[in-house]
Nanobody
Framework: QLQLVESGGGLVQPGGPLKLSCTAS????????IGWFRQAPGKEREGVSC????????YYTDSVKGRFTISRDNAKNTVYLQMNSLKPEDTAVYYC???????????????????????WGQGTQVTVSS
């Protein structure tokens, strides 16, 4: 059974860092793109960042470029989201999700829209506040 578990959320001051982890089990991790998504109260879910494995490609939504870095460790079945220079508007529940890379390679648009991401974690709260 495919399972994704997020961790690392919490309260952080503006300008501070936070690192999220998404650990997967129950499927061939290397065959999947893993994405991070977020949803703030009263707002729609948005794609934040994705990382595909073959080829190894990363995508970011414009609002986090230069501040967030996504990475994956296939040996640990884990994807990380390093978030720096956090802003109050980054406050949201962050979810990781998985998308099978075959037969269609993940694109930037698929990442941002969440297209084809059909397995989701339970979410972790990130609050940026002084």
């Amino acid at each position: 059974q495919l399972q994704l578990v997020e961790s690392g959320g919490g309260l952080v001051q503006p300008g501070g860092p936070l690192k999220l982890s998404c650990t997967a089990s129950g499927f061939a991790f290397v065959s999947y793109t893993i994405g991070w998504f977020r949803q703030a109260p009263g707002k729609e879910r948005e794609g934040v960042s994705c990382i595909s494995n073959s080829p190894r490609t990363t995508y970011y939504t414009d609002s986090v470029k230069g501040r967030f870095t996504i990475s994956r460790d296939n040996a640990k079945n884990t994807v990380y989201l390093q978030m720096n220079s956090l802003k109050p508007e980054d406050t949201a529940v962050y979810y990781c999700a998985a998308r099978r890379e075959f037969p269609h390679t993940t694109t930037q648009a698929m990442c941002i829209m969440g297209t084809g991401f059909d397995s989701w974690g339970q979410g972790t709260q990130v609050t940026v506040s002084s």
